[in-house]
């Protein structure tokens, strides 16, 4: 079975957060390590760390990935925020790390007009200097809308990035349903759930697919926006999302919900996803 979860909240203390976790059934958890919309937060206490490692050994959760800030850009041009950026990106490994969580997802960013070949090199090269100053952890590439100029919403783009990056046993990518599909991956119907998937696994490949976001989309079809939709309730329908989880190429890998909720509606959710395994 898929290791079904959600983002969660760490605003009430980590073992709340673990709490929390096994009231709605998440075995995986994405959180931040730090404030999301800000460059700089104070440094994890050691006490805290203590309470984290604690409460995670208690719980049901199996998999965890932290979520870097929003503010990241690692593909811009301007020097300050490309600078900023890594720094952020590498102050979210270390956190990770610091947690014995292996795996930090970020957005490549937007290159503002610099164009896609421009972008995907500065992308590749502050991957290639953040893997040689931080030893541990893994980088998750996640797939984007394609809203503006930014990168990472074609699988294409994933694959030039990867192929640039030198430590390839570090680098993966994270497939959000909702980005894909307003990008123009239709997974609708069983036989264009089957088209996309095949082409990823052509592109990209699915050894390097380590994490799903299973979100729907406020948005229609090859819209380039991105607002994510409860299961069922946008415009990719639940249908795709039974091919998805009664995949068996995916039978271990983590689907974590990314949808504006209450802990009790990431708990429906969890529930209908795995109704619709049963439906098999
Ligand atoms: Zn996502
Ligand atoms: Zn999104």
Redesign the pocket.
């Known amino acids: 079975m898929p290791i079904f979860g959600a983002h969660l909240s760490i605003s009430s203390g980590y073992d709340e957060l673990f709490a929390s976790a096994d009231r709605i059934d998440c075995e995986a958890v994405q959180i931040f390590a730090k404030n999301q919309r800000q460059w700089e937060s104070a440094p994890l206490a050691v006490s805290s760390t203590a309470v984290f490692k604690n409460s995670r050994k208690e719980s049901n959760v199996k998999y965890m990935n932290v979520h870097s800030s929003y503010l990241l850009n690692l593909v811009t041009m301007n020097d300050e925020i490309y600078n900023k950026s890594i720094s952020s990106l590498i102050d979210d490994m270390k956190r990770a790390s610091i947690l014995g969580i292996e795996d930090t997802v970020v957005h490549p960013g937007s290159h503002l007009g610099a164009g896609d070949t421009l972008g995907i090199l500065r992308i590749s090269e502050a991957i290639n200097f953040i893997f040689s100053k931080e030893k541990q952890g893994n980088i998750l590439l996640?797939t984007t809308a394609g809203q503006g100029t930014s990168i990472g919403w074609k699988f294409d783009h994933l694959r030039d990035i990867i192929s640039k990056v030198k430590q390839k046993d570090r680098i993966f990518v994270c497939y959000?349903t909702c980005?894909t599909f307003a990008a123009g991956y239709d997974i609708r119907t069983k036989s264009d759930y089957e088209k996309t998937m095949n082409e990823f696994d052509k592109i990209v490949g699915f050894s390097k697919l380590k994490l799903f976001?299973i979100?729907d989309s406020k948005n229609e079809f090859n819209t380039r926006k991105d607002r994510h939709e409860f299961l069922g309730r946008g415009y990719i329908g639940i249908d795709a999302f039974g091919y998805l989880v009664n995949d068996s190429r995916f039978e271990n890998t983590p689907m974590i919900l990314?949808v504006p909720g209450e802990a009790e509606d990431f708990k429906k959710e969890i529930q209908n996803l795995k109704r619709l395994m049963k439906k098999k």
């Open positions: 996640e959000d980005h976001h979100n990314e």
